[in-house]
């Protein structure tokens, strides 16, 4: 049972995690490889996820040694990203009954996420919960990835919450071993595209669901 005796923020990660889109993102990135003939490795599937736009860009043109600038890889991938967001991406079971739930009963409710926000707000909006939010808070607004806590960091701040106020919840592995340097709480989010990992995640994580209904 979820502990929320001392929480007054809860911290979401959004892909993999209240949004159904990882295997979006997993497209977007092998289409964009195999355009170009390159191989998709597993260690390449899972460093990208815990980049932003900017830093994933660059990290994709050093490791395949790309001829195309930054920009234009970022283009390619937003244009491909953009209208699944905006028409098809869906939240996970109970994720909307659950942030509702929490958002009645007084909680701060905060992003942590890697994703745009041109690309997150409408789809949160179209799936009617972007209201819920008190705060959004993206890597690109700190100087390091998900493997390190600042983000979560960041994110407990604009709720005036310390950490021990706040519960973070992910999906994937390297981002889970962020928030947990830092001090936080952590729920782990089962996701098919983190699947080979879960096992890894449940023991860093103080609590792991495979579904929002477990919490309700």
Not at 86 to 112: R, W
Not at 122 to 132: A, V
Not at 148 to 175: H, Q, R
Request: net charge negative.
């Amino acid at each position: 049972m979820l502990d929320l005796s001392n929480c007054r923020c809860i911290i979401f990660d959004l892909d993999g995690t209240i949004l159904d889109s990882t295997q979006v993102w997993a497209k977007v990135d092998m289409d964009f490889l195999g355009r170009r003939g390159i191989p998709v490795s597993k260690e390449y599937m899972q460093e990208i996820k815990t980049h932003t736009f900017e830093s994933g860009s660059v990290y994709t043109k050093e490791k395949y040694n790309l001829p195309e600038s930054t920009e234009e890889i970022m283009k390619e991938w937003y244009d491909a990203a953009c209208k699944a967001y905006t028409d098809k991406v869906v939240l996970k079971p109970y994720a909307k009954a659950f942030i509702e739930q929490m958002h009645n009963n007084g909680f701060k409710i905060v992003s942590a996420t890697s994703s745009d926000r041109a690309l997150f707000e409408p789809c949160l909006r179209r799936n009617g919960i972007y209201d819920f939010f008190d705060a959004f808070t993206q890597t690109n607004e700190v100087s390091r990835g998900k493997k390190f806590p600042d983000v979560y960091m960041k994110a407990a701040g604009k709720a005036g919450c310390s950490v021990n106020e706040c519960i973070v919840f992910e999906d994937v592995l390297s981002a889970a071993q962020g928030a947990k340097s830092g001090g936080f709480t952590v729920v782990a989010v089962y996701d098919e595209a983190s699947a080979d990992d879960w096992q890894d995640i449940c023991q860093i994580a103080d609590y792991n669901i495979r579904s929002y209904s477990e919490l309700m």
